[in-house]
Protein backbone atom coordinates (compact mmCIF):
# COMPACT_ATOMS: atom_id res chain seq x y z
CA UNK A 1 0.00 0.00 0.00
CA UNK A 2 1.04 3.85 -0.83
CA UNK A 3 2.72 5.70 1.96
CA UNK A 4 2.55 8.90 -0.68
CA UNK A 5 0.08 12.02 0.95
CA UNK A 6 -3.10 11.70 -0.92
CA UNK A 7 -4.53 15.48 -2.02
CA UNK A 8 -7.61 16.15 -3.97
CA UNK A 9 -7.82 18.91 -6.40
CA UNK A 10 -11.10 19.72 -6.67
CA UNK A 11 -13.56 22.50 -8.96
CA UNK A 12 -16.22 22.79 -10.96
CA UNK A 13 -16.81 21.51 -14.78
CA UNK A 14 -17.92 23.66 -17.04
CA UNK A 15 -19.13 21.61 -19.75
CA UNK A 16 -18.02 21.93 -23.56
CA UNK A 17 -15.58 25.19 -22.43
CA UNK A 18 -12.59 24.19 -20.29
CA UNK A 19 -11.30 27.31 -18.85
CA UNK A 20 -8.04 28.94 -17.45
CA UNK A 21 -9.23 27.31 -13.93
CA UNK A 22 -9.29 24.03 -14.86
CA UNK A 23 -5.51 24.29 -16.63
CA UNK A 24 -4.50 25.36 -13.17
CA UNK A 25 -6.18 22.77 -11.53
CA UNK A 26 -4.33 20.19 -13.98
CA UNK A 27 -1.12 22.06 -13.49
CA UNK A 28 -1.18 21.77 -9.48
CA UNK A 29 -1.98 18.24 -10.24
CA UNK A 30 0.92 17.61 -12.36
CA UNK A 31 3.11 19.47 -9.55
CA UNK A 32 1.91 17.18 -6.58
CA UNK A 33 2.35 14.07 -8.21
CA UNK A 34 5.90 15.51 -9.36
CA UNK A 35 6.51 16.27 -5.88
CA UNK A 36 6.22 13.00 -4.52
CA UNK A 37 1.70 13.26 -3.46
CA UNK A 38 -0.78 11.20 -5.05
CA UNK A 39 -2.59 13.62 -6.58
CA UNK A 40 -6.28 13.75 -8.82
CA UNK A 41 -8.50 16.16 -10.16
CA UNK A 42 -12.14 15.98 -8.90
CA UNK A 43 -14.85 17.90 -11.27
CA UNK A 44 -17.45 19.04 -9.42
CA UNK A 45 -20.91 20.44 -11.48
CA UNK A 46 -21.62 24.22 -12.02
CA UNK A 47 -25.10 24.37 -12.82
CA UNK A 48 -26.41 27.05 -15.26
CA UNK A 49 -28.71 30.33 -14.21
CA UNK A 50 -31.59 29.53 -11.82
CA UNK A 51 -30.01 26.26 -10.69
CA UNK A 52 -26.77 27.14 -8.74
CA UNK A 53 -27.81 26.34 -5.27
CA UNK A 54 -28.06 22.23 -6.45
CA UNK A 55 -25.04 22.87 -7.70
CA UNK A 56 -23.59 24.02 -4.35
CA UNK A 57 -25.68 21.34 -2.39
CA UNK A 58 -24.01 18.92 -4.71
CA UNK A 59 -20.52 19.52 -4.27
CA UNK A 60 -21.30 20.10 -0.40
CA UNK A 61 -22.63 16.48 -0.61
CA UNK A 62 -19.44 15.47 -2.20
CA UNK A 63 -17.61 12.52 -0.64
CA UNK A 64 -13.70 13.51 -0.55
CA UNK A 65 -12.72 11.75 2.76
CA UNK A 66 -11.48 8.62 1.29
CA UNK A 67 -10.42 7.31 -2.32
CA UNK A 68 -12.40 4.72 -4.03
CA UNK A 69 -10.19 2.09 -2.63
CA UNK A 70 -11.12 3.24 0.72
CA UNK A 71 -7.93 5.37 1.62
CA UNK A 72 -7.63 7.97 3.04
CA UNK A 73 -7.45 11.63 1.35
CA UNK A 74 -5.57 13.78 3.64
CA UNK A 75 -5.50 17.24 1.72
CA UNK A 76 -8.20 19.02 -0.36
CA UNK A 77 -7.26 22.07 -2.86
CA UNK A 78 -10.31 23.90 -4.36
CA UNK A 79 -10.59 26.53 -6.73
CA UNK A 80 -13.38 28.26 -8.01
CA UNK A 81 -17.35 28.12 -7.28
CA UNK A 82 -19.03 26.54 -6.03
CA UNK A 83 -16.23 23.68 -5.40
CA UNK A 84 -15.10 25.21 -2.28
CA UNK A 85 -18.15 23.69 -0.94
CA UNK A 86 -16.79 20.71 -0.24
CA UNK A 87 -16.39 19.61 3.37
CA UNK A 88 -12.69 18.06 4.53
CA UNK A 89 -10.55 18.87 8.09
CA UNK A 90 -7.90 19.88 5.37
CA UNK A 91 -9.10 22.07 2.75
CA UNK A 92 -7.05 24.78 1.07
CA UNK A 93 -8.81 26.89 -1.34
CA UNK A 94 -6.38 28.64 -4.12
CA UNK A 95 -9.31 31.03 -5.31
CA UNK A 96 -9.57 32.05 -8.92
CA UNK A 97 -13.49 33.56 -8.81
CA UNK A 98 -16.70 33.47 -7.10
CA UNK A 99 -19.86 33.95 -9.46
CA UNK A 100 -18.63 37.27 -11.42
CA UNK A 101 -22.02 37.99 -12.17
CA UNK A 102 -23.42 38.12 -8.53
CA UNK A 103 -20.35 40.25 -7.53
CA UNK A 104 -18.29 42.92 -9.78
CA UNK A 105 -19.98 41.99 -12.73
CA UNK A 106 -23.60 42.45 -11.08
CA UNK A 107 -24.18 46.12 -12.45
CA UNK A 108 -24.06 45.41 -16.16
CA UNK A 109 -25.81 42.30 -15.84
CA UNK A 110 -28.90 43.47 -14.17
CA UNK A 111 -29.04 45.86 -16.40
CA UNK A 112 -29.95 43.82 -18.94
CA UNK A 113 -32.53 42.04 -16.56
CA UNK A 114 -36.42 43.25 -16.67
CA UNK A 115 -37.87 44.01 -12.94
CA UNK A 116 -39.55 40.92 -11.66
CA UNK A 117 -36.02 38.78 -13.19
CA UNK A 118 -33.87 41.10 -11.46
CA UNK A 119 -35.92 40.34 -8.24
CA UNK A 120 -35.58 36.82 -8.65
CA UNK A 121 -31.71 37.05 -9.67
CA UNK A 122 -31.19 39.88 -6.55
CA UNK A 123 -32.48 36.99 -4.22
CA UNK A 124 -30.13 34.55 -5.22
CA UNK A 125 -27.31 36.73 -5.39
CA UNK A 126 -27.65 37.81 -1.45
CA UNK A 127 -28.12 33.72 -0.80
CA UNK A 128 -24.56 33.43 -3.02
CA UNK A 129 -23.13 35.89 -1.14
CA UNK A 130 -24.01 34.84 2.41
CA UNK A 131 -23.14 31.23 0.93
CA UNK A 132 -19.78 32.24 -0.18
CA UNK A 133 -18.93 34.12 2.59
CA UNK A 134 -19.40 31.50 5.49
CA UNK A 135 -17.57 28.78 3.01
CA UNK A 136 -14.71 31.12 2.56
CA UNK A 137 -14.40 31.99 6.42
CA UNK A 138 -15.24 28.80 8.17
CA UNK A 139 -15.50 25.55 5.43
CA UNK A 140 -11.40 26.80 4.81
CA UNK A 141 -8.62 25.67 6.25
CA UNK A 142 -6.25 28.38 4.38
CA UNK A 143 -7.54 30.20 1.75
CA UNK A 144 -5.48 31.76 -1.03
CA UNK A 145 -6.01 34.23 -3.56
CA UNK A 146 -4.62 33.90 -7.48
CA UNK A 147 -4.35 37.68 -7.58
CA UNK A 148 -4.53 40.67 -6.18
CA UNK A 149 -7.49 41.89 -7.93
CA UNK A 150 -9.39 38.90 -6.29
CA UNK A 151 -8.18 39.88 -2.93
CA UNK A 152 -10.08 43.35 -3.12
CA UNK A 153 -13.28 41.26 -4.14
CA UNK A 154 -13.10 39.44 -1.34
CA UNK A 155 -12.43 42.18 1.40
CA UNK A 156 -14.66 43.91 -0.57
CA UNK A 157 -17.71 41.80 -0.75
CA UNK A 158 -17.75 39.39 2.72
CA UNK A 159 -14.19 41.66 4.15
CA UNK A 160 -12.59 37.92 3.54
CA UNK A 161 -8.99 37.68 4.35
CA UNK A 162 -6.72 35.86 1.98
CA UNK A 163 -3.39 35.39 1.15
CA UNK A 164 -1.77 36.26 -2.36
CA UNK A 165 -0.18 32.97 -4.57
CA UNK A 166 0.02 33.71 -8.16
CA UNK A 167 -0.37 30.56 -10.25
CA UNK A 168 3.11 30.09 -12.28
CA UNK A 169 2.67 29.22 -16.04
CA UNK A 170 1.16 25.57 -16.73
CA UNK A 171 4.00 23.10 -17.31
CA UNK A 172 4.92 23.27 -20.83
CA UNK A 173 7.90 23.36 -23.11
CA UNK A 174 7.90 27.44 -23.94
CA UNK A 175 10.60 28.52 -26.59
CA UNK A 176 11.74 31.53 -27.95
CA UNK A 177 12.40 31.85 -31.82
CA UNK A 178 11.96 34.78 -32.45
CA UNK A 179 10.06 38.03 -32.89
CA UNK A 180 8.14 38.37 -35.90
CA UNK A 181 5.57 41.50 -36.90
CA UNK A 182 2.94 40.17 -35.42
CA UNK A 183 0.92 40.64 -32.46
CA UNK A 184 -0.76 37.13 -30.84
CA UNK A 185 -4.01 37.07 -28.58
CA UNK A 186 -5.41 33.96 -26.61
CA UNK A 187 -8.19 34.25 -25.17
CA UNK A 188 -11.81 32.87 -25.67
CA UNK A 189 -14.41 34.74 -27.98
CA UNK A 190 -16.31 36.30 -25.84
CA UNK A 191 -17.14 40.41 -24.64
CA UNK A 192 -15.62 40.91 -21.62
CA UNK A 193 -11.94 39.74 -23.84
CA UNK A 194 -12.31 43.33 -25.56
CA UNK A 195 -10.56 41.28 -28.85
CA UNK A 196 -12.50 44.27 -30.43
CA UNK A 197 -10.17 46.82 -29.23
CA UNK A 198 -7.23 44.82 -30.51
CA UNK A 199 -9.05 45.17 -34.12
CA UNK A 200 -9.85 48.81 -33.63
CA UNK A 201 -6.37 49.65 -32.74
CA UNK A 202 -4.68 48.09 -35.38
CA UNK A 203 -7.12 49.80 -38.14
CA UNK A 204 -5.21 53.02 -36.34
CA UNK A 205 -1.83 51.99 -36.35
CA UNK A 206 0.94 53.98 -38.51
CA UNK A 207 2.53 50.61 -39.51
CA UNK A 208 -0.04 49.39 -42.24
CA UNK A 209 2.52 45.91 -42.13
CA UNK A 210 1.92 44.75 -38.68
CA UNK A 211 -0.32 41.72 -38.43
CA UNK A 212 -2.31 40.31 -35.52
CA UNK A 213 -3.20 36.11 -35.06
CA UNK A 214 -6.15 35.26 -32.63
CA UNK A 215 -6.15 32.08 -31.18
CA UNK A 216 -9.37 31.13 -29.43
CA UNK A 217 -13.46 30.59 -29.80
CA UNK A 218 -16.46 31.59 -28.85
CA UNK A 219 -19.55 33.29 -29.32
CA UNK A 220 -17.84 36.25 -30.52
CA UNK A 221 -16.32 35.00 -33.62
CA UNK A 222 -18.59 36.34 -35.98
CA UNK A 223 -19.00 39.60 -34.76
CA UNK A 224 -15.05 39.62 -34.73
CA UNK A 225 -15.32 38.41 -38.40
CA UNK A 226 -17.44 41.28 -39.50
CA UNK A 227 -15.41 44.43 -37.75
CA UNK A 228 -12.39 42.64 -39.50
CA UNK A 229 -13.82 43.19 -42.69
CA UNK A 230 -15.29 46.58 -41.81
CA UNK A 231 -12.20 47.61 -40.87
CA UNK A 232 -10.91 46.33 -44.33
CA UNK A 233 -8.35 44.14 -42.08
CA UNK A 234 -8.77 40.95 -43.77
CA UNK A 235 -4.68 40.73 -44.48
CA UNK A 236 -3.95 41.36 -41.60
CA UNK A 237 -5.29 39.83 -39.01
CA UNK A 238 -5.53 35.74 -38.82
CA UNK A 239 -8.76 34.27 -36.56
CA UNK A 240 -7.08 30.89 -36.61
CA UNK A 241 -9.67 29.25 -33.98
CA UNK A 242 -9.00 26.90 -31.55
CA UNK A 243 -5.39 25.39 -31.51
CA UNK A 244 -3.39 22.49 -29.81
CA UNK A 245 -1.05 23.05 -27.76
CA UNK A 246 2.29 22.19 -29.93
CA UNK A 247 0.79 25.29 -32.48
CA UNK A 248 -0.07 27.98 -29.30
CA UNK A 249 3.51 26.82 -28.19
CA UNK A 250 4.82 27.52 -31.58
CA UNK A 251 2.89 31.47 -32.19
CA UNK A 252 4.00 32.23 -28.53
CA UNK A 253 7.62 31.49 -29.38
CA UNK A 254 7.13 33.56 -32.77
CA UNK A 255 4.99 36.46 -31.83
CA UNK A 256 6.91 40.21 -31.56
CA UNK A 257 4.27 40.48 -28.01
CA UNK A 258 1.05 39.49 -26.98
CA UNK A 259 -2.36 41.39 -26.52
CA UNK A 260 -4.13 40.40 -23.29
CA UNK A 261 -6.80 43.12 -22.24
CA UNK A 262 -9.85 41.85 -20.82
CA UNK A 263 -11.78 43.48 -18.39
CA UNK A 264 -11.17 43.32 -14.58
CA UNK A 265 -9.68 39.50 -15.39
CA UNK A 266 -8.64 37.68 -12.27
CA UNK A 267 -5.67 36.52 -13.18
CA UNK A 268 -5.30 35.55 -16.69
CA UNK A 269 -2.65 32.19 -17.12
CA UNK A 270 -1.96 34.25 -21.03
CA UNK A 271 0.13 37.15 -19.43
CA UNK A 272 2.39 34.21 -17.73
CA UNK A 273 2.33 32.08 -20.55
CA UNK A 274 3.58 35.12 -22.63
CA UNK A 275 6.33 36.07 -19.69
CA UNK A 276 7.50 32.27 -19.74
CA UNK A 277 8.21 32.21 -23.70
CA UNK A 278 10.13 36.24 -23.38
CA UNK A 279 7.25 38.39 -24.92
CA UNK A 280 6.09 41.23 -23.36
CA UNK A 281 2.08 42.01 -22.92
CA UNK A 282 0.39 44.73 -23.98
CA UNK A 283 -3.30 45.15 -21.40
CA UNK A 284 -5.42 47.84 -20.24
CA UNK A 285 -5.46 49.74 -17.06
CA UNK A 286 -9.05 48.09 -16.35
CA UNK A 287 -7.57 44.13 -16.98
CA UNK A 288 -7.18 43.53 -13.25
CA UNK A 289 -4.74 40.57 -12.99
CA UNK A 290 -2.53 40.93 -16.11
CA UNK A 291 -2.19 44.47 -15.24
CA UNK A 292 -0.73 43.63 -11.38
CA UNK A 293 1.72 41.35 -13.58
CA UNK A 294 3.05 43.59 -16.60
CA UNK A 295 3.83 47.06 -15.04
CA UNK A 296 4.46 49.31 -17.64
CA UNK A 297 7.16 49.94 -19.62
CA UNK A 298 8.93 46.95 -18.05
CA UNK A 299 7.32 43.94 -18.78
CA UNK A 300 4.89 45.56 -21.66
CA UNK A 301 2.61 48.29 -21.58
CA UNK A 302 -0.52 48.97 -19.40
CA UNK A 303 -2.63 51.45 -21.14
CA UNK A 304 -6.11 52.79 -20.67
CA UNK A 305 -8.78 50.52 -22.29
CA UNK A 306 -8.65 52.96 -25.93
CA UNK A 307 -7.78 51.88 -29.55
CA UNK A 308 -5.84 54.96 -30.27
CA UNK A 309 -3.69 54.57 -26.84
CA UNK A 310 -3.13 51.14 -27.79
CA UNK A 311 -2.07 51.70 -31.70
CA UNK A 312 0.07 53.89 -30.06
CA UNK A 313 1.41 51.39 -27.98
CA UNK A 314 1.67 48.94 -31.27
CA UNK A 315 3.32 51.07 -33.11
CA UNK A 316 6.15 51.19 -30.87
CA UNK A 317 6.80 47.92 -30.54
CA UNK A 318 6.41 47.35 -34.36
CA UNK A 319 9.25 50.17 -34.88
CA UNK A 320 11.67 48.97 -31.78
CA UNK A 321 11.85 44.66 -31.78
CA UNK A 322 14.94 45.44 -29.13
CA UNK A 323 12.50 47.16 -27.12
CA UNK A 324 10.58 44.04 -27.24
CA UNK A 325 12.84 41.63 -26.99
CA UNK A 326 14.08 43.55 -23.63
CA UNK A 327 10.97 43.85 -21.89
CA UNK A 328 10.34 40.04 -22.39
CA UNK A 329 13.51 39.32 -20.75
CA UNK A 330 12.48 40.94 -17.72
CA UNK A 331 8.99 39.68 -17.85
CA UNK A 332 10.88 35.74 -18.03
CA UNK A 333 13.35 36.70 -15.07
CA UNK A 334 9.75 37.67 -13.23
CA UNK A 335 7.98 34.79 -14.22
CA UNK A 336 10.47 32.32 -13.64
CA UNK A 337 10.46 32.83 -9.55
CA UNK A 338 7.33 31.88 -9.90
CA UNK A 339 7.49 27.91 -9.61
CA UNK A 340 5.25 25.25 -8.94
CA UNK A 341 7.64 23.81 -6.26
CA UNK A 342 6.97 26.86 -4.12
CA UNK A 343 3.56 26.66 -5.32
CA UNK A 344 2.99 23.40 -3.67
CA UNK A 345 5.43 24.33 -0.86
CA UNK A 346 2.63 27.01 0.13
CA UNK A 347 -0.66 25.04 -0.99
CA UNK A 348 0.47 21.30 1.35
CA UNK A 349 -0.96 22.67 4.66
CA UNK A 350 -1.44 19.40 6.51
CA UNK A 351 1.72 16.90 6.45
Not at 134 to 157: C, D, G, P, Y
Not at 300 to 305: F, I, K, L, S, T
Not at 309 to 328: F, H, P, Q, S, T
Request: positive net charge; charged residues 30%.
Amino acid sequence: MSNKKRVAVVTSDVPFVKGGHITIAQSTVRALRAWGYEADLILTPQNRFGHQLRAYMATRLTDVGEDGLGRKIHQVISFRYPSYAVKHSCHVCWLNHRMREYYDLWESFSSQLGFRAKLKEGLRRRIIHLLDTQLLKHNVTKLFAQSKTIQERLKLWGSIPSELLYPPPPQRDYRTESYQDFILSVSRLQRLKRLDLLLDALALMKNRDFKAVIIGEGPEEKNLGLKIKDKQLENRVLLLGKADEKILIEYYSRCLAVFFAPLREDYGLVTAEAFASRKCVVTALDSGGPAELVIDGERGYVCPARPERIAEKLDELAENRALAENMGEKAYTFISHLTWEKAVEKLIVCE
